[in-house]
């Protein structure tokens, strides 16, 4: 289970988001389901993403925060053994919801559907 216990100790602080991004940054993007909200490529490239907060909503057991998430993919088995092209990567981007548990800092992760 992911954890964000930081992000939840700095709620309420003006340094929430960047604790928020910090953490969820370090996670990496294998921890978050990136994959299935991919729009012009077939795999996530890299470890590297960019977090921002678009929106924070409290409930008496959750923080919920939405955001917008920068990441890079690439489209596997486009390229023959022989082609001398590079592997090109597309910039993705994709809105998740992280719910944290006030109690324990356990975080769910929701694609949302619009």
């Not at 978050?32 to 409930?59: F, K, N, R, W, Y």
């Not at 890079?72 to 590079?86: E, H, L, R």
């Amino acid at each position: 289970m992911m954890v964000l216990s930081k992000a939840l100790a700095a709620w309420g602080s003006e340094d929430f988001q960047a604790v928020f991004k910090q953490e969820v940054q370090a996670l990496g993007t294998a921890a978050l389901p990136l994959q299935a909200g991919m729009a012009h490529s077939s795999h996530v490239s890299g470890d590297e993403m960019t977090v921002i907060v678009l929106e924070v909503a409290e409930t008496p057991s959750l923080l919920q925060v939405r955001t917008g998430i920068f990441y890079a993919g690439v489209i596997a088995g486009s390229c023959c053994a022989d082609d001398p092209s590079p592997v090109c990567e597309q910039q993705e981007y994709c809105e998740l919801r992280f719910d944290i548990d006030r109690a324990s800092a356990g975080v769910a992760v929701v694609l949302p559907l619009f």
